[in-house]
């Protein structure tokens, strides 16, 4: 009796997951159809030309004659400036000269929270030190979102007119690409704006710029933030946060633009947790696809590697100087730590082969969660896999973990990045051998490919 009451139970469940599958891959079909791409040439580098070229159609441009630079004696009291920079005389911030700053306003726009600050790094030796990677003239990107983190809150604070009662947290970094090489030897221009709004969730566009051998502005990388605004004594959902208008703007259609691709943004947050989380049962052909390598690989072979076997790890005590006007740890912070133990993961699995000696580049950062705050004095888990290997590119995997106890842990941040390896020396592909390798591998893989097809179809179908 309890037998045939649990195979009816299982067969019900197996049902339900194979409708739920249907579902899903009908509303994707319908909504995202996938494009007829030779699975070959689904590169970054050839993919991201024409999603370059359409972010700058809609990015908002400023006229030089709106571009107010902001006074030294306002710009010493900005947050950015005193957290990063208040050694540096050459670090000019600046803001639209056509602002509006009435707190009564039921509405905001994005040039009365436009900002800009510009980093010397040709004339400030220092400051270009603090940025610069070890290793080559390229910029740190894991010290660079710290700060990004910054200006995104900032600019959260001004679209809300600084209220008091409200308070900006990070929830999600959705993706940041990466269209150039970031020359540390070239003053680095930073730009944010918010793009989209509903309810307490403000969407945040950063742009980063450089000069060309020409003279000329070029964006050399982009990042989009996801903030929530929290009522300051209830810590709910923040009631005022004024609403999004286009009215005043000098290109009113590149703003609705904007406007639009954040609203189509939150359906791919919510579609794409649900992909890519294995929220549904693997599909067939990943079932096949994992058996297959457990049958190739049940002995490791000198070219490849276990994914457990690309653990790194380090602990670290957060400390009240991390803090955010919350008291919680800012989420750049958690970035930064992130973003350098994944380097590390990267580097050390590509040079597994006759120590090769390669330095692996960031080519895309797949979106940073939130899950749950961390506070000053918890003890934090950095846990970084190489979890998928495709070509010459390499996607890791880092969790951030509270640690409750010696055998407790809560999960409260994850993140993706995909380093693309410059050189032709090979190195060791990563296989799944237990059940839970086999999860992580797919959700890896199911990130990577929609991250190329979302680049492909977002630059070729707008």
């Not at 590509?350 to 580049?361: L, S």
């Not at 960031?362 to 705050?373: C, E, G, V």
Request: with cysteine; proline share 4%; aromatic share 12%.
């Amino acid at each position: 009796m309890i037998k045939r009451l649990f195979t009816k139970q299982l067969w019900r469940f197996c049902t339900a997951s194979q409708r739920a599958s249907k579902i899903i891959h009908t509303t994707d079909h319908n909504q995202h159809p996938e494009p007829q791409v030779d699975e070959s040439k689904l590169l970054f580098k050839q993919k991201l030309q024409p999603y370059l070229n359409y972010h700058q159609s809609i990015s908002f441009n400023i006229s030089s004659y709106n571009e107010e630079l902001i006074p030294l004696k306002q710009q010493q009291q900005d947050r950015i400036y005193l957290a990063f920079f208040r050694k540096f005389q050459g670090v000019k911030t600046y803001q639209h000269s056509k602002r509006q700053s009435d707190p009564t306003q039921k509405t905001n726009n994005p040039r009365s929270c436009w900002y800009q600050i510009q980093l010397p790094f040709e004339s400030e030796t220092e400051l270009r030190t603090r940025f610069q990677r070890h290793y080559s003239d390229s910029i740190r990107v894991s010290k660079l979102l710290e700060v990004l983190d910054h200006i995104a809150t900032k600019i959260g604070y001004s679209y809300c007119y600084n209220d008091p009662g409200a308070i900006i947290t990070t929830s999600y970094v959705d993706h940041m690409n990466f269209f150039n090489k970031m020359n540390s030897f070239k003053d680095l221009y930073i730009c944010g704006y918010p793009t989209y709004q509903k309810g307490p969730e403000i969407e945040v566009q950063i742009d980063l710029k450089q000069k060309d051998d020409n003279g000329q502005l070029q964006l050399v990388s982009c990042a989009s933030f996801l903030l929530q605004v929290k009522d300051k004594l209830t810590n709910q959902p923040y009631e005022k946060t004024p609403e999004f208008s286009i009215e005043g703007e000098e290109s009113p259609d590149r703003c609705q633009n904007r406007f639009n691709v954040g609203k189509e943004n939150t359906h791919k947050r919510q579609y794409g947790n649900l992909r890519a989380n294995l929220t549904i049962p693997p599909e067939k052909d990943e079932i096949d696809e994992v058996h297959q390598l457990f049958m190739k690989n049940r002995n490791i072979t000198s070219d490849s590697i276990q994914i457990d076997a690309t653990l790194e790890q380090k602990i670290l005590l957060m400390q009240s100087q991390e803090r955010n006007l919350n008291g919680q740890i800012y989420g750049g912070h958690l970035m930064k730590e992130s973003i350098d133990l994944s380097w590390i993961s990267a580097y050390n699995h590509v040079n597994t082969v006759q120590h090769n000696h390669i330095n692996p580049e960031i080519s895309y950062i797949d979106d940073f969660q939130f899950l749950s705050p961390v506070e000053v004095s918890n003890i934090i888990n950095f846990e970084s896999k190489v979890v998928y290997t495709y070509k010459n590119y390499v996607m890791v995997r880092v969790q951030c973990q509270k640690l409750e106890s010696i055998s407790q842990q809560s999960l409260t941040n994850q993140m993706y990045i995909i380093y693309r390896i410059d050189d032709d020396k090979p190195f060791k592909q990563v296989i799944p051998i237990t059940y839970n390798e086999c999860l992580t591998y797919l959700e890896a893989k199911r990130r990577f490919h929609a991250i190329l097809t979302d680049v492909y179809v977002q630059a070729t179908s707008n």
